[in-house]
């Protein structure tokens, strides 16, 4: 038996990588019956003379959009430039980012046609790291290749809003071709097949691409416990604990750091107002219904 990656999802066809190279593998029939569905970054034990996956090893998380398993981090990309990302998708891609465990990465692209210095330097006081680039005239291209790059065998995954350039970035960043990109633009915006996605190799990480964002719901991006949401926002971090009540769900609360931090200016509105939305989201949520 090997051990490898799998990088291609297509029907009941899975395209394991290792050292070795790449083999095109279908599941074992045990997968069939205990209803196992393998997933794009999924790793794998897999017998590469016979072409079948035997295994699944167990993954660290999972994505629903794209359907992809063992994500390092969420590349949120954002533009000034018309079609501006709105505020609210943005806060709520780095909270999920937060939600899921993964490093999230803000790139605000278009920046020949808007500069996005000041949205950059915003993000990276609320702990979100944040860097701006162009995808037309190369500004900060290197920059991003060498952060994708840089962690071996880890997996990234591209988000935003339709319009913001995520095509134009894979590009840029000399990548073979964007497969799931031209993939969502012919079936629609805000649509995804699940059964063809492919991992694109950057040094020694893999890319995946995600369709254009026009809204977030947080419930079916399996984001359903309000109790982790403050988690999600860094900079309440450092507050959490100095409200008045020791349940004080940051809200509107009598007492609450966070709100006088809002209204001091500490705290950007915007990223307040975010919180809020998906606190009324996820507070009717119960554990019953996701059973």
Known sequence: MAVGTIVKTSSTIYEVENKDGRVACRPCGRFRVERIHPLAGDRVEFDPKEAVITEILPRKNRLVRPPVANVDRLVIVASLAPPRTADI???????????????????????????????????????????????????????????????EGGLSVLSGSSGVGKSSLINALGLANAVTGELSERIGRGKQTTRHIELMKLGGGYIADTPGYSSFDPIEMEMTDVGRLSD?????????????????THVSDEGCAVVDAVRSGRIAQSRHHCYCELYKKLKPIKEWMLK
């Open 89 to 151: 998708l943005l806060d709520s891609l780095t909270a999920f980012a937060f939600y899921k465990g993964l490093e999230p990465l803000l790139v605000i692209n278009k920046t020949d046609a808007c500069n996005g210095s000041e949205l950059a330097k915003a993000y990276c006081e609320a702990g979100i790291p944040s860097i701006t680039v162009s995808a037309r005239t190369g500004e900060g291209i290197e920059q991003l290749k060498c952060i994708l790059s840089s962690r």
């Open 232 to 248: 999600c926002f860094p900079e309440f971090s450092e507050l959490i604990g100095s409200c008045r009540y020791g349940d004080c």
